[in-house]
């Protein structure tokens, strides 16, 4: 039985701790509700966190053959994410609303997490 590798891990722990710091800012620092940062670090958090643990979710049900996420990856998960929350999402929730800038940092929470991995096979 070979042991395998979990995939970007240290960029999933990175991100969700910021994204929990994120997340006690705006409830208990009342000036950082009014800052640029906490509209769009969500967004640049989201494929750093969600895609390894989907990845790691592959590797542990045995489905995922590669230790790294490939840039084919990240441009699928970006597409859904874009299409999903920023296209479908604000005709169903009306809280929702379409936001350019909030694919921008997806694109760019994809890039870092793909560039971020080093030794990219």
Request: hydrophobic share 55%; charged share 15%.
């Amino acid at each position: 039985m070979t042991s395998r590798k979990v995939v970007a891990f240290p960029q999933m722990i990175t991100g969700l701790i910021f994204y929990i710091t994120h997340i006690l800012l705006r409830i208990f620092v009342y000036s950082y509700r009014f800052t640029i940062i906490r509209h769009y670090i969500a967004d640049f958090l989201a494929l750093i966190v969600c895609i390894p643990l989907f990845a790691n979710i592959q590797v542990m049900l045995r489905i995922r053959k590669k230790n790294y996420i490939t840039f084919n990856e990240i441009i699928i998960y970006f597409l859904i994410f874009s299409i999903f929350f920023e296209l479908i999402s604000p005709f169903i929730l009306k809280k929702m609303t379409f936001d350019p800038l909030d694919i921008l940092f997806y694109g760019i929470g994809g890039l870092v997490l793909y560039f971020s991995q080093g030794n990219i096979k």
